[in-house]
Nanobody
């Protein structure tokens, strides 16, 4: 099992910034991808950004140029700049270990206009 603990969500005005953190613990050997997904009310969960062990990153088109994913050992970060009201969602941390996906409990990000 892998446990993921997220932090850093909150309320921010449009144009502001937030930084999310997610620390992995437990059976972390074998994590090859970590990332962030989000789910807005009434919508499906969607990919935000991922990062591999080798440092390769992938972003949703909607966040390119505004969000930056990074990783330090078993912690993954999401720096979110120029936030928009449509970024409002619950953000979930994800890790993949030997083909299995693990999820954090989610952290709320609310962007006011």
């Amino acid at each position: 099992q892998v446990q993921l603990l997220e932090s850093g969500g909150g309320l921010v005005q449009a144009g502001g910034s937030l930084r999310l953190s997610c620390a992995a613990s437990g059976r972390i050997f074998g994590i090859d991808v970590m990332g962030w997904y989000r789910q807005a009310p009434g919508k499906q969960r969607e990919l935000v950004a991922t990062i591999t062990n080798g440092g390769s990153t992938h972003y949703a088109d909607s966040v390119k140029g505004r969000f930056t994913i990074s990783r330090a050992e078993n912690t993954v970060y999401l720096q979110m700049n120029s936030l928009k009201p449509e970024d409002t969602a619950v953000y979930y941390c994800m890790s993949r270990v030997l083909g299995l996906y693990y999820w954090g409990q989610g952290t709320q990000v609310t962007v006011s206009s």
